[in-house]
């Protein structure tokens, strides 16, 4: 990169790290939630949007990270962030054999997979009462310091989009491109694509896991619904998609955006969330099937060759 | 469990699963002509029950008058859906309709969930049971099946006996070939999609009057009705009912054992467990 990209990095970084500083409570918890749509949006877009292999069930990796969390909080009194890294590693721990069996699945077969796989870990949160409580859910002691999960949840954003851009500029990334485009030919020249496709898998998982126990702490109280709930991983297929699948920037541009907008409408709305999220996937699905990004470049003003 | 126990559990689920073949089967033949999955199947099964059941709710009229209204409905809106979205991304990857039906998925739920809240309906039409053998079938389980039973077997019949049928069926092994002998393949989509949506809607008819439904059920009706093609074998229309005959059964068995909502999970395990195991399933074809 550039010495003014640098630059305009920086500023960006200190002014977000000002910002809590600066803005009452209630925008800062907006802005923390908009930190962790863009951690999950550009989480899934490495294995859906670098590697094709499109997921619809990565909540099942948020619940899972937000649940062990919560309980290493609450049972063995573990601090909150060595629980939230406790609940990463377990979901890319769970990733890892799940990787091995499901991503030998393609297409509609493996997103059709995950959501069977999240539908049925909710069910599972639900029904083990002794351990989850099931439907009553689990209550956390509150979190008294809001700037202290801001910068948790900011500095898990800055690492998943650093990861994204690092992996994407790598011959990894290109090894990965090369599955998505076509998965045989890469497997002729000689790129062993198991490896790579479940390592990006597991890197995928990682970072919902993370914000997963953030978000535990953060709202001191989880059910089943509000942690596995469909709606996260249609979220995490719409944001990546509406700003651009398969670059850097698109998930940032696209959490972001939605998250404005669902601060905007949806609060005064709520009861058209779903449709308004389905409306919106029908028509980037149908008239800009690249997102914003591939407008932008269209239009000029991004250049053609711009790829992060 | 006794021997008695065990055959209740079997028949209960075989009823079931007629029912839930009839859906698969929808399913099964827009995956065949399009190599489109129908993200919003579960869907069309709910706007299919919900029409039985406010017909039943506000004039009285019995189900099976109200399937006769539920079918041409859920064709027509079969129809639009693969007139206007569907149809510009036949040909494209899978995927790109599958996202897209999720969207159609969502709006229907959004509707159905402003228009009726989120309270569960059920028609209770049929009550009690019939003693055979010493198993009790509940009336509204025996009808349920008997009318799944002679749709399915009908709509077989204008797969094998028809014109149209035939066209399908041609369109299914080679959509270039079929174009070429002069189908008019774009109609044959149409009325792909739109029977199979009436065959949604019969389903959602019929489940009705078995079991409460709330208008978010979709999702849940989709990954069954999923579960039962891949373990029956894709884009097979008998492996549909072996499939649905199986899952059936495994959901009875474990609602008996477990709990009804762990039936569910048992039978996404069970979708997740044959994609990897058989992914021809067990009627289908390797690909």
Redesign the interface.
């Known amino acids: 990169m550039s010495w003014a990209r640098w630059g305009v990095l920086g500023l960006t970084l200190a002014v977000l790290a000002a910002l809590p500083l600066l803005l009452p409570s209630y925008r800062t918890a907006f802005l923390l939630l908009t930190f962790m749509y863009v951690t999950l949006a550009s989480s899934w877009n490495i294995i859906a949007g670098y590697t094709g292999y ?1 997921s ?1 069930g990565h909540a099942a990796f948020f619940g899972l990270g937000a649940y062990t969390a919560a309980l290493l909080i609450i049972r063995l009194g573990v601090h909150w962030l060595a629980a939230a890294f406790a609940g990463a590693f377990v979901a890319a721990l769970l990733a890892l054999p799940l990787g091995f ?2 991503l ?2 393609r ?3 493996f ?3 995950m ?3 999240a ?2 870990l909710e ?2 949160a ?2 083990w009462v002794t351990l989850t409580r099931g439907g009553s859910g689990l209550n956390l002691p509150p979190a008294l310091s809001l700037v202290q999960v801001y910068f948790a949840m900011g500095l898990a954003m800055v690492a998943v989009v650093a990861v994204s851009y690092r992996i994407i500029t790598s011959r990894y990334g290109l090894r990965l491109v090369a599955i998505r485009e076509d998965e045989q030919a890469a497997e002729a020249m000689g790129i062993n694509t198991t490896v790579h496709k479940v390592s990006a898998f597991v890197i995928s998982a990682f970072f919902p896991g993370l914000v997963g126990g953030f978000y535990a702490w953060h709202l001191s109280y989880i059910d089943p619904n509000s942690v596995f709930r ?1 709606i996260l991983s ?1 979220g995490m ?1 719409i944001m990546t ?1 509406f700003g651009g699948i398969g670059t850097v920037s698109g998930p940032i541009l696209g959490g972001v955006l939605l998250s404005l907008v669902s601060e905007v409408f949806w609060a005064r709305l709520p ?5 308004v ?6 028509i980037v ?2 008239l800009l ?1 690249g997102g914003i990004i591939s407008l932008l470049k269209s239009r000029g003003m991004l250049p053609q060759n711009w790829r992060v | 469990m006794d021997f008695q126990t065990l055959l209740q559990l079997t028949v209960g689920g075989l009823l079931l699963g007629a029912v839930y073949a009839l859906a698969a089967a929808g399913l099964n033949l827009i995956f065949g002509v399009m190599r489109v999955v129908n993200f919003a199947h579960g869907d069309l099964m709910m706007l299919g029950a919900y029409t039985t059941f406010w017909l039943y709710q506000l004039w009285g009229i019995n189900p099976v008058v109200g399937l006769f209204a539920a079918m041409p409905l859920l064709f027509a809106l079969g129809w639009v859906l693969q007139r206007f979205l569907v149809n510009r991304l036949v040909g494209q990857p899978p995927l790109m309709s599958l996202i897209m039906l999720w969207g159609v998925s969502l709006i229907i739920i959004n509707a159905g969930l402003l228009a009726w809240t989120s309270n569960v309906r059920s028609v209770p039409y049929f009550s009690g049971g019939i003693d055979l053998a010493g198993i009790s079938i509940s009336r509204s389980r025996g009808a349920a099946f008997l009318m799944a039973t002679v749709l399915s077997v009908a709509v077989w019949l204008f797969l094998q006996r028809t014109r149209w049928g035939k066209a399908i069926r041609a369109t299914a092994q080679s959509a270039e070939m079929a174009l070429v002998c002069g189908i008019n393949v774009d109609r044959v989509r149409l009325l792909t999609f739109g029977l199979a949506a009436a065959m949604a809607g019969a389903a959602g008819n019929l489940l009705i009057t078995i079991l409460a439904i709330s208008p978010g059920v979709g999702p849940t009706f989709l990954l069954k009705a999923f579960a039962i093609i891949v373990i029956g074998g894709l884009g097979s229309f008998q492996g549909a009912f072996i499939g649905a005959l199986v899952v059936g059964v495994l959901e009875s068995f474990s609602s008996f054992t477990i709990s009804a909502q762990a039936a569910d999970a048992v039978v996404y395990f069970a979708l997740i467990l044959f994609l990897l195991v058989r992914p021809g399933g067990l009627m289908g074809a390797r690909e």
């Open positions: 499109v619809f069996v499901l030998r699945l297409g509609p077969y997103a059709i997979a959501l069977g796989l539908a049925a069910v599972v639900n029904t469909p249609i297929v998609m009861e058209l969330h779903r449709g999220f389905g409306a919106l996937i029908i699905i149908l099937p």
